[in-house]
């Protein structure tokens, strides 16, 4: 799946990104595999300064400055397949990925939007025009394009195994390709990386026990949004409690995380501190039920996947993977195909910042794949795209779907919200989808809330989620967004 989505749907993902697993064992053992990448060695505040920058380009090879971390993680969870009893082989596994790749696919409407809208500033950004324009123009919807060069990299990797990406043939052509084009990543930073295991960040509230990935990710957050949510009592599932209590949840708990989560080598405090019950209990008290708090706050855009899936021996797993912006730096390598992330553009320039740039320094990640083991007995894996949006619409999901009882289906199609920065704007406000009842609107207004109503009633800004769920008798289920061209299936 991971690998056949970098093939299908390039502009949300790609090999060039970074990945995180959380993974809950028959066992019970819940583990995160961490495949986030490092900047490259040469990747200096000085680097960027001698070329005139006084910030990271979002686009362009100066963005691409970190190793990809994602097909590190692949590796760890072949290791970990097999304990299990895996028996496919990786050729098997990269075929339909290949397939794809070579023969082509059709261009999904998401894909083509936001080629069109993001033209102007990918255009130029080695090997994008060649890979994803026809006749230097947005493919239309359903267009056949074919990523030829990565489907020739991906049958290396199945012949010659994932570690050929780092320290094999491709690790070569990789770091060939970057330098030509400016890259400060070198082929020694890919000969070092090497992605790893973690203990997941958990929190205990009424409903269950709560996992999700810990820093350089943004898991923290998502956390402790509902762990304060869960505080407040909420009984109105769709009202003005519901949406305020959220939205000022998400407030406090972005406030942590701006402060606090960084790569998890430079922590100033242990983060568990934030996940404590006295934390939790005085961060709680502190929300005004009636009134919005002031929010001047800073936003990471993104673009991303999740996926989830579930069998009946108890194994159920949480991914996302991305590669930050829409289409990431926007290069793509020619000798590889690999569309490389901008991730790096998250470090600050500014040695003082929480996330400064300094070399082999892993970079903040909105990434935050989410498990929940549930006192009834269901284990639930649920994520979504969105950049800062993500901890938020997780947290709407699984309130909706578990504090509430609504049906999976109904907790994401139901209108949503974000708070933040949208594309292209330069002010903070708190989104609304259309289909909110207006005396709701008026009343978030009425509390301070700096609101703005949305034209569409599904709108891609507000993520594209979705869940697996094992139930206590074997039995699963699967949902995915009507924001989304994804889907959800078994066998």
Request: with cysteine; proline share 6%.
């Amino acid at each position: 799946m991971a690998a056949s989505i970098a093939a299908v749907y390039p502009h949300m993902n790609h090999v060039g990104g970074d990945g995180f697993w959380l993974i809950r064992e028959p066992s019970g053992r819940i583990r995160a595999l961490m495949g986030a990448g490092p900047a490259g060695s040469l990747a200096t505040v000085g680097f960027y300064r001698d070329r005139g920058h006084d910030a990271i380009p979002p686009r362009g090879p100066l963005a691409a400055l970190t190793v990809p971390g994602a097909v590190g993680a692949w590796t760890l969870a072949m290791t970990l397949a097999k304990t299990y009893g895996g028996k496919l082989p990786l050729d098997v596994l990269l075929s339909p990925a290949i397939r794809s790749a070579r023969e082509g696919y059709r261009v999904t409407r998401s894909q083509a939007a936001l080629t069109r809208d993001k033209l102007g500033e990918l255009k130029d950004a080695p090997g994008f025009a060649q890979t994803f324009l026809v006749d230097g123009c947005a493919p239309n919807v359903d267009t056949k394009l074919a990523q030829i060069a990565l489907a020739m990299t991906l049958d290396q990797l199945a012949r010659a195994g994932l570690e050929d990406f780092y320290r094999g043939d491709i690790g070569r052509e990789i770091a060939s390709d970057l330098k030509r084009i400016g890259s400060p990543v070198t082929r020694v930073d890919l000969e070092r990386y090497s992605a790893w295991m973690a203990d997941p960040l958990s929190v205990s509230i009424g409903a269950g026990t709560l996992y999700n990935a810990p820093p350089p990710t943004q898991g923290l957050a998502s956390l402790i949004i509902l762990s304060l949510f869960d505080r407040l009592k909420i009984v109105d599932a769709e009202g003005f409690d519901y949406i305020h209590g959220l939205v000022e949840s998400t407030k406090r708990a972005f406030r942590v995380r701006d402060r606090f989560v960084t790569d998890p080598t430079k922590l100033a405090v242990p983060l568990d501190r934030f996940l404590s019950s006295e934390f939790l209990d005085i961060e709680s008290r502190k929300i005004d039920l009636h009134r919005a708090a002031p929010w001047p706050s800073s936003w990471n855009e993104g673009d991303t996947i999740w996926m989830g899936a579930a069998d009946s021996t108890g194994l159920v797993v949480s991914y996302i993977q991305s590669i930050f912006w829409e289409f990431g730096s926007g290069c793509v390598l020619p000798n590889t195909g690999i569309l490389m992330q901008n991730r790096g553009a998250s470090f600050s320039l500014d040695a003082g910042a929480t996330n400064p740039l300094a070399p082999g320094r892993l970079p903040f990640h909105t990434l935050n794949p989410a498990l929940a083991v549930l006192t009834d007995g269901r284990i639930m894996a649920y994520g979504t795209m969105g950049g800062d949006g993500q901890p938020q619409t997780q947290a709407m999901l699984f309130s909706r779907h578990v504090m509430f009882g609504e049906p999976l289906d109904v907790s994401l199609d139901r209108p949503r919200w974000l708070l933040g920065r949208t594309w292209g704007s330069s002010h903070t406000n708190l989104r609304l989808e259309s289909r909110f009842d207006k005396s709701v609107i008026d009343r978030l207004v009425s509390a301070g809330h700096d609101v703005e109503v949305l034209e569409e009633a599904y709108s891609d800004t507000m993520g594209h989620a979705g869940a697996v769920i094992l139930h206590a008798d074997g039995t699963s289920e699967a949902a995915h967004d009507p924001r989304a061209d994804g889907g959800a299936g078994g066998a």
